[in-house]
């Protein structure tokens, strides 16, 4: 993806963060608590479940093989605001597999 010119990270979040600052605004980071009633139980079945992740990891590589000039343009679209350009681009779900494994 570096090699097409696109930055997984660190690329947006420290705009967001300096304009943040300027305006003054608190930047809040969400956080989610959950209670395990068992924990050991549940390590011990998460350890014996079947690693599914073959299907997320085959699209996850399709997209990148195939998609990666569109990837430019929706992440172009995205940065520069251009709602037009997004909507006309072809949405590609291989987040549902990976949520599945």
Not at 9 to 26: H, I, N, S
Not at 71 to 98: E, F, I, P, Y
Request: some cysteine; overall charge positive; glycine content about 2%.
């Amino acid at each position: 993806m570096r090699k097409s010119g696109l930055e997984p990270y660190g690329v947006v979040w420290p705009q967001v963060e300096k304009l943040a600052r300027k305006a003054r605004v608190k930047i809040t980071t969400p956080e989610v608590e959950v209670k395990v009633e068992k924990p050991r139980a549940a390590i011990r079945d998460f350890k014996q479940a079947p690693l599914s992740d073959q299907e997320c990891f085959a699209k996850t590589i399709a997209r990148l093989e195939s998609d990666l000039d569109l990837m430019k343009v929706r992440a172009n679209a995205w940065a520069t605001g251009d709602v037009a350009t997004l909507r006309q681009l072809t949405h590609v779900d291989n987040a549902s597999a990976c949520i599945a494994s």
